[in-house]
């Protein structure tokens, strides 16, 4: 091997001493570097700060928005009891003004009265319309006796969608004919009181009656209206109920003719 300082070794740059020059440029560098790393966490720390800042500021406003929910609920809930407390009252006579589409039809008795399913608030439909006048499927809900009813077809049915959010508990109902001259023998005698929570795919009875029930009938005059107790084991809260002819009327027809349908129970919400 040659001796340092041979020149072997001058022909070597790579193994050269660094001159004075390079050693002197060394810490700046670092130096340099450093500072830039400090600026970057400066840069991110200010940018945290900010996060920060505004993730507070996103707090605050979902606690206000907590207040003001938890605020809302207490005001359904005090309008929920008012409610159910009002059409608790005591049934005074048929088709009387403490029935569920009395208090639908006058907004929770703050309006005056309105066919709530010729406002839109609830919806009425039944099996088959005449071709000659047979009234509309919203006079079930009416509070006047009128000439209403649907073809003489087995299974005629009338039924009543509440909508979305709605959920009643019935205890009693009262059915009341069509005030059709001449046709008190059309009068309905079998039916059944059937309730949905499906939209109607599934039906479950409430309440049931045939000719000759010893629990009573609506009386066979025009225009007459009866009402009948849901035994505490058949009712739940539907949002569905329907009226279900089972039975021909005396005259030997289907037309399911009636002009009436209050409700009595308990009003509440879906969950």
Known sequence: MAPPGSAADADCPGRCAPDGDDLAAAPHERNGVVVAQVGLLRQR???TSAELVQTRAQLAQCRAAQGRTQHDLAQAEARLARCQAQLAQTQQYDMDDRGLFYYLGTRGRTQPWRNPAEAGWVTVSRSSECKHPAGKASDL???QPCSS???DLPGSWWR???GAGRRFTPTRYTLRHSNVPGYVDFGLRSWRLEGSVDGGATWRTLDEH???DP???IPARVDAAATFAVAPERAFPARLFRVLMTGPSPSG???LMLSGLEMY???GQQQ
Do not use: I
């Open 210 to 212: 045939a000719t000759g």
């Open 265 to 267: 129970g308990s009003l």
């Open 253 to 255: 027809h289907h037309h």
């Open 215 to 217: 629990r009573g009938e």
């Open 149 to 151: 009813f649907t073809q």
């Open 141 to 143: 809900t009416g509070r």
């Open 160 to 162: 009543v969608d509440l």
């Open 45 to 47: 720390l200010a940018e």
